[in-house]
């Protein structure tokens, strides 16, 4: 500190004291990039993932050598000063200084609820709107270790682990997102439902998203269009598809209708029209095709399936199947 002897102590997660650096002091910022850079030469292929706190990690006493008038300009100068030297492929939280696709923005750890699952699909299509294509929604189940988690099941060595079907409803959303996290892998839980789930999901990204995802991080790269939509970006004027919260697409191919409240074994699935026409979609499940442009109620989703569509050429017209 340029004013006084005492150091910036703080605290950050489970760490009761941790320092904090003038990223304001020139002086400072070269020592951190001469600590990176020994980093790299010691591991040629090593990369970062920068996480950040916030405001109220700041030492009220601590003086900066150059004022930020907005505390949050931390971690974007910290993360500036990363990115000048190194890989970073992920930072936590939004910031305006961030890593250039394929770089993940990371959600906050969540706690392991309903209430943070039900959280992940509004999150993830407000940042892909402002900017974030590449979103992080961390691990499934959520953090047990956070307040507000709700329920947790024991496994055969009595280790705490998310609710079960919290867990697999978690995963089924996750599934279809560009990055698939585990603290605690399926392994460890002794539901009956777990294999026939796994066996399904392992199906569903091999063989219906992982070419989709692809497709769409390329288009991101070129001109930012988020991976993870909202259906209202099918057809801007579709006024019922303003309001929905709780599906998502991918690109403009797949749509995603998971089951987000406890107990759920049903669920109303809207279907958009493109800005052609009604369009037609491919019931994932089944194969059944329906016109977009309107509800499916109460669609079925026992705790084993997650509904997804598949959107076909607006001119697809198959008969009988037509739904």
Not at 274 to 303: C, H, M, Y
Request: overall charge neutral; charged content about 20%; aromatic content about 12%.
């Amino acid at each position: 500190n340029i004013t006084r002897d005492i150091p910036a102590l703080t605290w950050y997660k489970n760490v009761p004291a941790a320092a904090l650096l003038d990223i304001t002091n020139n002086d400072t910022v070269a020592w951190i990039k001469y600590k990176l850079r020994n980093v790299v030469e010691t591991m040629p292929n090593v990369v970062f993932f920068v996480e950040t706190g916030n405001a109220f990690h700041t030492p009220h006493y601590f003086q900066f050598k150059e004022n930020l008038y907005n505390p949050d300009l931390y971690k974007d100068l910290f993360i500036s000063a990363a990115m000048s030297e190194v890989k970073v492929i992920g930072v936590s939280g939004a910031s305006s200084r961030r890593p250039k696709a394929p770089a993940f923005v990371h959600l906050t750890p969540l706690p392991s609820s309903w209430e943070s699952l039900r959280t992940i699909i509004q999150n993830v299509l407000n940042l892909g709107v402002i900017g974030y294509p590449f979103v992080s929604v961390g691990p499934v189940g959520g953090d047990i270790t956070k307040n507000g988690t709700q329920g947790t099941d024991r496994t055969s060595s009595n280790e705490l682990v998310p609710e079960s079907e919290l867990y697999l409803r978690w995963w089924q959303l996750a599934t279809f997102m560009p990055q698939l996290h585990y603290t605690h892998p399926p392994t460890q839980y002794r539901n009956r439902n777990m294999p026939k789930v796994a066996q399904n999901l392992k199906f569903i990204k091999e063989e219906i998203v992982k070419d989709e995802l692809i497709r769409f991080s390329r288009v991101a790269m070129e001109n930012s269009m988020p991976v993870i939509r909202p259906l209202w970006m099918l057809d801007p004027s579709d006024i019922i598809a303003q309001k929905i919260t709780d599906e998502f697409l991918i690109g403009d191919k797949i749509l995603v209708a998971p089951v987000l409240e406890k107990g759920a074994q049903y669920r109303d699935v809207y279907l958009p029209r493109s800005s052609t026409g009604s369009g037609v979609w491919k019931r994932g499940t089944d194969g059944t095709f329906f016109e977009g442009g309107q509800w499916l109620n109460n669609s079925a989703a026992p705790i084993h399936t997650v509904l997804y569509f598949i959107r076909q050429s607006d001119f697809t017209r198959p008969g009988a199947t037509l739904s």
